[in-house]
């Protein structure tokens, strides 16, 4: 397990290179997060999870899909990124 300052920029790294890495566009804002074999997405009804070679639309505020390898990320219609996982 990464134990490190959550300021420090070589952790930070280190997260998000582990593929243990979720960013969300406020402290209010949707959730994306890989749980095991699955995606769980928080307050994302009605936006858009893209990832590599698919998209869904999240109908919902607590969804859980089946996970696909690689970067993932929420989006609005306008395509403004609301949040991502690795």
């Given at each position: 397990m990464l134990t490190a300052d959550p300021g420090d920029p070589d952790g930070i790294l280190a997260g998000i290179r582990a593929g243990r890495t979720a960013v969300s566009a406020g402290p209010d804002g949707p959730l994306l997060l890989r749980h095991g074999e699955d995606f769980l997405i928080l307050d994302g009804d009605g936006l858009v999870l893209w990832?590599?070679?698919?998209?869904?639309?999240?109908?919902?505020?607590?969804?859980?899909?089946?996970?696909?390898?690689?970067?993932?990320?929420?989006?609005?219609?306008?395509?403004?990124?609301?949040?991502?996982?690795?």
């Open positions: 990832g590599p070679g698919h998209r869904t639309v999240v109908r919902g505020d607590r969804v859980r899909l089946p996970a696909r390898p690689g970067p993932h990320r929420l989006e609005t219609e306008r395509n403004e990124v609301m949040a991502l996982c690795t």
